[in-house]
């Protein structure tokens, strides 16, 4: 059910002309170089340390590892993170 409920939602998002991050609650990432890291639809701060953030998705995990990780702002959905980002991995 799951399978064709999350079809029917890229259906429409193709008809629509609509971004699939938002229809299929997929995270977006933008990264400015390796300093700069902005992560939105994101489930909440998993684990935290100045060389590794782990954040819950909807489906699975984001790590992002460097050196010098900092939490710059955060809010329900949204995460700014600053540093030396050397690997970003998703995880299901």
């Known amino acids: ?3 064709i409920n999350r079809k029917l939602r890229k259906m429409a998002a193709d008809l629509l002309d609509l971004p699939q991050d ?8 933008t990264m ?3 300093r700069q890291l902005y ?4 489930r909440g701060v998993l684990h ?3 060389d590794k ?18 939490i710059r702002t955060i809010w329900t959905e949204e995460v700014f993170v600053e540093g030396i980002i050397k690997n970003i991995e998703v995880r299901e």
């Open 1 to 3: 059910m799951r399978r």
């Open 39 to 42: 992560i939105e639809n994101h």
């Open 48 to 50: 935290f340390s100045s």
């Open 53 to 70: 953030l782990r954040l819950a998705l909807s489906k699975g995990e984001l790590e992002v590892t460097g050196s010098d990780l900092v």
């Open 22 to 29: 938002v229809v299929l609650d997929l995270p977006r990432l």
């Open 32 to 34: 400015i170089g390796d």
